[in-house]
């Protein structure tokens, strides 16, 4: 659990010190453009407009961050990521779990617990794994 209650000063100071700065973040897939589509609807944020069916590599502009940027490789996926998003929503954390589950989500691991805390593992549709974490909302009112 402390892994995901990350103070937002010691993320400033941490950013203050950074030597570089993410500009994107690559996601290898099979087909970029449906990949970027499904993820455009996650975000709510559009594909980068010059992108189209068919392209080998799109992109997803995210506000006050790095990029989402989708290439299309050969090579299926064959382990578990490295590496995943972690998605904080703005309704709750459960209605977001069942929207994305209507989008093609699907589900892998469930670590909600009977007090509230926890999170849930999804997959998009090429099994790309993230979670879904708890609303500030509804930390603050567990956390209280």
Not at 22 to 40: E, G, H, K, M, P
Not at 94 to 103: I, S
Not at 113 to 126: C, N, S, T
């Amino acid at each position: 659990m402390a892994i995901f209650r990350w103070r937002a000063e010691r993320r400033s100071e941490m950013i203050a010190h950074m030597a570089s700065t993410v500009t994107n973040i690559a996601i290898d897939c099979a087909n970029a453009y449906q990949l970027a589509r499904f993820w455009s609807d996650v975000t709510g944020h559009p594909l980068d407009p010059e992108d189209e069916p068919g392209d080998d590599e799109t992109e997803i502009m995210l506000p006050g961050g790095p990029a989402l940027h989708f290439n299309e490789v050969p090579e299926p996926k064959s382990a578990k990521n490295r590496l995943h998003l972690c998605l904080r929503p703005d309704t709750s954390r459960d209605a977001e779990v069942q929207r994305l589950l209507k989008l093609g989500a699907s589900l892998v691991a469930d670590h909600r617990k009977p007090d509230g805390w926890g999170w849930v593992v999804l997959a998009d549709p090429e099994g790309n794994e993230f979670c879904v974490l708890l609303t500030e909302s509804e930390r603050s009112a567990l956390s209280s």
